[in-house]
């Protein structure tokens, strides 16, 4: 139980400067002043139960019990500049923490943000405790005593690996729960409750905004060891058929066995899937977000071209096919760009030509320098390499030859193009120097000089502007 305040104060603990050392120096700094106060704060949500499991885990979250929003506030400044956030309820930002009271949350609407809070100090533990999501979440600590307060049995269902809701009266309250079951479940190898899996089959998904359907499943993408497990429970609880119908479409699409012997396009995508993301570690957010997403939907195409021919399962010009699925399935998730790169461009580059690495070793002696140029200007060559060796590899059982990726991207690397086209040499203020006006002309005199550096026949600037005055003798 929280500890109420008791009479006048008796002393204030010394606030020191956080140490960049400790990471709980600033959570420890708020817990002593609290109880110096008379209340009690708590360390609360995925950081006590990532502890707990033995991992890291940045965000520390503390909620304080027996201390009034005006008090809290007021102590709190003492450790540095506070922002509030919230109106009927109160959450401070302090040293990069997030100090909360514990919060009562009544559902009034539709949507995540269809919940009328109020904060209450003087909430027991486990009343507060039942607003949370599930068991394993629904743990605190108290770093000061050391103890955990676990009024849910979370630490029990860690130990079973079970992902429970806390409350089946109010979880559906909010329908994000259901792709966080997903989510947690791939990260940490949960299997979901009966019960919990009964809620989540039953709660729409219909009031969930784009961005946060893109959190969760960014999460399930770039931080599960093997995203597919969280896929395939998103399939079973009915989230792809209802939120990425260009997913839903490869369940039951065939292939041809003695290419595909796994089976069916999802369950391929499925294999692909955890080939890529055993591909992303040394890559840029951006990157990952982009290849990723380029395997979930390297195969979108193949639904509207499979077809027997010749007595073989075929899918002509999947790839093309694929581009404008891919493009539905990324406006879904409102993806453009991140970090002022343009994923969305990658990943229908990537759409449009995960086979050329295989097909292009197959005709290697046909495959110039200046394709590897052009394609550079449509997709990132490496990763389109690495797509295309997580495409082979996904193909289990089977062996198959998958060196082409590695053949591709040496090509790529040794011209300089693995990660773009070469910029060009010939700029408009090279031509206005020659005395060429700027307009439509200009234009398509640039673009014939770059066609010939992509040919690799100009080489340098001096090439490129001998090639300009010898265009415009003709």
């Not at 080939?275 to 997403?293: C, F, G, K, S, Y």
Request: a negative charge; hydrophobic letters at 40%; aromatic letters at 6%.
């Amino acid at each position: 139980m929280p500890t109420e305040p008791s009479g006048p104060l008796v002393r204030d603990t010394p606030v020191p400067p956080p140490s960049p050392d400790e990471p709980l120096a600033s959570a420890l700094a708020v817990a002593r002043l609290v109880r110096d106060h008379g209340g009690r704060a708590l360390i609360v949500g995925g950081w006590v139960r990532d502890r707990l499991m033995g991992r890291p885990s940045k965000d520390v979250d503390l909620e304080v019990f027996g201390i009034d929003p005006a008090r809290l506030r007021e102590l709190l400044g003492r450790l540095g500049p506070v922002n509030t956030v919230g109106e009927s309820f109160t959450v401070y930002k302090v040293r990069d923490l997030d100090v909360a009271l514990p919060r009562r949350e009544s559902k009034v609407a539709r949507g995540h943000r269809g919940f009328e809070v109020t904060g209450d100090p003087a909430m027991s533990i486990a009343e507060a405790a039942r607003r949370r999501d599930f068991t394993v979440n629904a743990i605190s600590w108290d770093p000061l005593l050391d103890r955990y307060e676990d009024p849910c049995d979370g630490r029990g269902d860690l130990a079973r690996g079970v992902l429970r809701a806390v409350d089946p009266a109010t979880f559906g309250d909010d329908s994000l729960r259901v792709l966080r079951a997903v989510q947690f479940a791939a990260r940490f190898g949960f299997t979901l409750d009966p019960g919990t899996f009964t809620l989540c089959r039953a709660l729409p998904l219909d009031d969930l905004p784009a961005e946060r359907i893109w959190g969760e499943t960014e999460k399930l993408l770039l931080q599960a060891p093997r995203p597919s497990t969280g896929l395939a429970l998103a399939h079973a609880l009915g989230v792809v058929d209802r939120l990425w119908p260009e997913c839903a479409a490869l369940v039951g699409c065939p292939q041809e066995p003695e290419w595909h012997p796994e089976g069916d396009v999802w369950t391929h995508t499925l294999q692909v899937v955890d080939e890529a993301r055993a591909r992303i570690d040394d890559l840029p957010r951006p990157q990952r977000v982009a290849l990723m997403l380029g395997a979930v939907a390297h195969d979108f195409g193949k639904p509207s071209t499979t077809a027997l021919a010749d007595g073989r399962i075929r899918s002509l010009g999947h790839e093309e096919a694929g581009v404008a699925p891919a493009a539905r399935f990324l406006d879904a998730l409102n993806l453009h760009t991140m970090d002022g790169y343009d994923v969305r461009a990658q990943v229908l580059g990537l759409v449009a030509h995960h086979l050329k690495p295989g097909a292009w070793r197959k005709a290697q002696d046909g495959v110039g320098d200046g394709a590897f140029r052009r394609l550079a200007q449509k997709v990132d060559l490496e990763l389109l390499a690495r797509l295309a060796e997580a495409d082979c590899r996904g193909r289990r059982p089977g062996v198959f030859d998958c060196s082409a990726m590695a053949w591709f991207l040496e090509r790529a690397r040794a011209l300089g193009v693995q990660h773009a086209a070469p910029p060009r040499l010939l700029l408009g203020r090279h031509l206005i120097a020659m005395g060429v006006a700027p307009g439509p002309g200009m234009g398509r005199l640039l673009d014939a000089v770059y066609e010939r550096q992509l040919d690799g026949e100009v080489t340098t600037l001096e090439e490129a502007m001998a090639a300009a005055r010898a265009l415009l003798g003709e």
